[in-house]
């Protein structure tokens, strides 16, 4: 699966941020129960590698990559853990090299219209805009979108339920990504119906057909 595919999947893709490996199977399986399948598990904690592996063994339904990708060494081990996936906060030379090195669909975070134009010239046409809100969000979207009508972004960071209809609305937003699905509380309590019923809201938020048909990145 590319990133345009993983990115029409659904509209939200969760940002997941793991302290206990235990957790990752129930809670993979309480966002695909709610209808969202595409789920990005961090690396900024120990729990993240064991949690792809673990989720990507025992929820087929899942499609789980690695999120929080800064280093070229860590496409390895999130093929060996099972990753389809993988989002970075930038891009650089390195993270290129190493995501066709290991055929990893990549999708990368930009800022600027500078980064845009860095990303679109290496073949990635999806972009995950971040920090998103102080990014200057939907109106950053929107800036953007005249000079780059041939690009999609997942713009995360910030985003809420309430503030997610607003970025979904533009044509050059395919899905949003979210840490509301999976929020500390329901976590520690293991409340699953709890994350179950976030997963059910994200999955029925409305989102806009994009304007002209874009394709799919260079790099997957």
């Not at 990368?108 to 969000?137: C, E, H, N, W, Y």
């Not at 713009?155 to 533009?170: C, D, K, S």
Request: neutral net charge.
């Amino acid at each position: 699966m590319n990133v345009l595919e993983l990115l029409r999947v659904g509209p939200v893709i969760p940002v997941i941020v793991l302290e206990e490996t235990g957790q990752a199977v129930p809670l993979a399986r309480a966002l695909v129960a709610g209808g969202v399948r595409v789920l990005e598990v961090t690396l900024r904690t120990q729990a993240g590698l064991p949690s792809i592996r673990a989720i990507a063994r025992e929820v087929p339904d899942a499609i789980v990559g690695v999120g929080t990708v800064t280093q070229p060494e860590e496409f390895a081990a999130a093929q060996e853990a099972g990753a389809s996936f993988a989002v970075s906060p930038g891009l650089t030379p390195a993270l290129i090299g190493a995501a066709k090195h290991y055929g990893i669909a990549l999708l990368p975070g930009v800022m600027t219209p500078s980064d845009v134009i860095a990303a679109r010239a290496a073949g990635f046409f999806q972009r995950k805009l971040f920090p998103a809100q102080q990014a200057g969000g939907v109106g950053m979207l929107k800036a953007l979108y005249g000079p780059f009508p041939d690009t999609l972004f997942c713009p995360t960071g910030g985003i809420t339920v309430e503030t997610a209809p607003q970025f979904l609305a533009l044509p050059n937003v395919a899905c949003v990504g979210g840490s509301w699905l999976t929020p500390r509380v329901a976590l520690a309590a293991g409340d699953w119906d709890a994350i179950t019923e976030l997963a059910r809201q994200a999955t029925a938020l409305p989102r806009t057909s994009p304007a002209v048909e874009f394709q799919s990145t260079g790099v997957s």
